[in-house]
């Protein structure tokens, strides 16, 4: 299972804009990755706004409309089903090197919530519905919050982990 080795770092940060990007294909599996981001906002006293695109491709040009419209993190949710075609890898690579661009050229963190899963089943067991083992959108959107804290940390002079010593 994926979840397992998950890092724990809880972050202080409250009172954020996060912008949540999801795609519409999978509605089912959409709804529980959004569910789990809000839940999640709600938690960490983020503020969020749902922004639909009709799919994962188009996850990235939206993503970067809202990283650089002054929002403090950008949370990415969609899914991607593999088929019978090539169709599944030029989707999930454009959607992963678009997000990461986003996330390297404007320097706001991107919560990677982008499920590419071989069926239909393993999306829905890790969409954070009733009986899923895993909330990828909670997690997309903890992990984001958690980077920006640690880019602040660096911005600031902090050292959070002053104990680490490379080898």
Known sequence: MSGIGAPARASEISGLRVAVVAASWH??????????AQNQARKQDVATELFR???????????????????????ALGVIVRGGTPHFDYVCQAATDGLAQVALTTGVPVGFGVLTCDDLDQALDRAGLSGSNE????????????????????GSGQRPYAGFTPS
């Open 27 to 36: 509605e089912e599996v959409m709804s529980g990755l959004i569910a789990g």
């Open 53 to 75: 695109v009709p799919g994962s491709f188009e996850l990235p040009i939206v993503a970067m409309r809202a990283a650089t419209s002054g929002y403090d993190a950008v949370i």
């Open 135 to 154: 909330d990828k959108g909670g997690e997309a959107l903890a992990s984001a919050v958690s980077t920006l804290a640690t880019l602040r940390d660096i």
